[in-house]
């Protein structure tokens, strides 16, 4: 399960925030007063994190797989969530990929 043959591992990461930061973030006065269409309503988020969960794949590693799970905790700042997510796939803040 390479990309199309290449030596390269297909990354599923699953991004998860706590319920609490959620909340904070959704009815911050920022979002409500936002021109975006954006979730502001606490009883709905609720709904949501009821009624559905994540996906939750075995990870993979044979001669002919590269299938690298990981989680993704964004309950903190963005720039947290940022380095934690580019350490996840072996890059630094800053610095492009030798293809990129």
């Known amino acids: 399960m390479y990309i199309r ?3 390269v591992p ?3 990461i699953n ?3 706590d319920q609490v ?3 904070q973030r959704i009815q911050s006065n920022e979002r409500i007063h936002s021109s975006k269409s954006k979730l502001t309503d606490a009883s709905m988020l609720q709904e949501l ?3 559905h969960t994540l996906i939750e794949p075995q990870e993979l590693n044979d001669a002919s797989t590269k299938l ?3 989680s993704l905790d ?3 700042e963005i720039g947290e969530s940022v380095n934690r997510l580019l ?3 072996g890059l630094q803040r800053g610095v492009e990929s030798a293809s990129g």
Do not use: E, K, P, Q
């Open 74 to 76: 964004t309950s903190g």
């Open 15 to 17: 991004a998860h925030c």
């Open 87 to 89: 350490a996840i796939v």
């Open 21 to 23: 930061s959620l909340m």
């Open 49 to 51: 994190l009821n009624a």
């Open 68 to 70: 690298v799970v990981r």
């Open 10 to 12: 297909l990354y599923w």
């Open 5 to 7: 043959g290449i030596d």
